[in-house]
């Protein structure tokens, strides 16, 4: 695992770290969160990307959008900006709600990406 980048939480308590690293053969970046020591920085990144939980980006875009929570839609939005939206930040949700559909063409129907889905 490469090291990318670290974010600290330090408090009288103790220290709680995310690592971001990029998985040697896959080439794709992870975040893994662990509380640790303290004392060494640099031992403290490695101790979290060999043992930490893994921290998923969707759930950090949840704590953000709790933080500052989206704009509600324009009036003129459709059905489709929508799930555009939805899909672009919640990938993993798109594909859930996709699969409670029989087939591609009832998908893109009730998302509003073909005529009638409005």
Same mark, same amino acid.
């Given at each position: 695992?490469?090291?990318? @980048? ?7 308590? #103790?220290?709680?770290?995310? $690592? ?34 893994? $921290?998923?980006?969707?759930? =950090? ?5 709790? =933080? ?12 489709? @900006?929508? %799930? ?5 930040? %919640? ?7 996709? #699969? ?13 990406? $073909?005529?009638?889905?409005?």
């Amino acid at each position: 695992m490469k090291f990318i @980048d670290s974010f600290w939480f330090n408090s009288a308590r #103790g220290s709680f770290g995310v $690592v971001v690293g990029e998985d040697d053969n896959t080439g794709k970046r992870k975040a893994y969160g662990s509380v640790v020591s303290g004392f060494s920085q640099k031992a403290d990144e490695v101790e979290v990307m060999e043992g930490g939980a893994s $921290v998923s980006a969707a759930f =950090l875009r949840e704590i953000v959008d709790k =933080l500052d929570p989206p704009a509600p839609p324009a009036p003129d939005t459709t059905r489709a @900006d929508i %799930f555009k939206e939805i899909e672009k930040r %919640f990938p993993d949700a798109t594909f859930a709600m996709k #699969g409670v559909f029989d087939d591609e063409a009832e998908w893109l129907t009730f998302s509003g990406q $073909v005529p009638g889905g409005e």
